[in-house]
């Protein structure tokens, strides 16, 4: 069986990433950095089919040891600093893992096996502010955030040691995607997990920054397959991972609301604490090169996966799971 490195395992990509990988009979072998309190909730269903090893992308000489011991075939670098606002409270170590992460990867990968093949998480954050739409491979980046900045350095030196050292390394330039199992501080998950609160009497109000930003949104079950996909071709390149369609965050609110029988309007707040002090605008994604090259194409709706997440969010707390609130955690102090 060949061997599937995901690094970020236990983030919600890696989670439905490890899904796919065993479905196509891969061994999986996930990365997990140490932290005090054990976190493989979105793991939990697949626990004993995958093996988890110790290792960050701080430190090469963990990548090193990871590799040489597990010997995988083909390694998909998810893990990163992955929340926009914490990259303007803490730029160095946002750059340290979302930026020099991946070339510490690609050196442990040379000096170990350079026919390892590579998938690099890259994402729409590095157009930033568009100088075209919609957005595609070759549209040049502006990112706005330290984060999208990181992502630029991560995407070229991926462009680069495949042109340097002829390594099968690919950049999946993925556009905004969410799930039941996103983080409960992106936009998308914060409304769905608002929407079921406030639906339940559990909450009043639900206060966002931004409501005229758009974004591009689908399903993250959908956009590890296309990781997969290009990790298949015969040639490694750089593929833009989008569904074509932008909703704006107020969209979004009266989608999750209205699946409720409630009106957004009634409810959410804009709170200037979740203002970043550069904003992306716009984005939309034309994912031609990954249709016409790999097959690539999202099978779940934008309002599907808005409804699937508020009837899961339901769920959660009738169950009585509770959840934590987090805006000391999400507001943009800089
Ligand atoms: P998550 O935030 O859910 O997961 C991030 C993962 O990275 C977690 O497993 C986290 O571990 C791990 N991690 C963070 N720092 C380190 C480190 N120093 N060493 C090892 N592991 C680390 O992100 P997503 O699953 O949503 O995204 C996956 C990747 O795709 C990220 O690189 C993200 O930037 C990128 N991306 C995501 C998009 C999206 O819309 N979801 C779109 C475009 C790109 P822990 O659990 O310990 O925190
Ligand atoms: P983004 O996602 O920055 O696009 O990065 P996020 O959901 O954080 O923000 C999307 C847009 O919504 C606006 N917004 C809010 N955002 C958050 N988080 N909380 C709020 O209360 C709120 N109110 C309005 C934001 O201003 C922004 O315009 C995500 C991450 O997954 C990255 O890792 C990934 O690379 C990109 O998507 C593609």
Known sequence: MPTALITGITGQDGSYLAEKLLQEGYDVVGMVRRTSVINLDRLQHIEDRITLVQGDLL???SLISVLREFEPTEIYNLAAMSFVPTSWQQPVLTGEATALGVTRMLDAIRMTNKAIRFYQASSSE???KVVEVPQRESTPFHPRSPYG????YGHWITVNYRESYDMHANSGILFNHGSPRR??????????LGV???KLGQAQELRLGNLEARRDIGFAGDYVRAMWQMLQQDEPGDYVIATGETHSIREICETAFA???LDYQDYVVSDP???RPAEVDLLVGDASRARETIGWEPQMTFLQLMQAMVDADLQKLESGVKMPNL???TTVRY
């Open 59 to 61: 430190d090469e000489v």
């Open 126 to 128: 590095m157009f930033g």
């Open 149 to 152: 900045v990181a992502k630029v």
């Open 183 to 192: 983080g409960l501080e992106f936009v998308e998950r914060k409304i769905s």
């Open 196 to 198: 079921a609160a406030i």
């Open 259 to 261: 699946h409720v029988g």
């Open 273 to 275: 604490r979740f203002y």
């Open 327 to 329: 805006v000391e955690f």
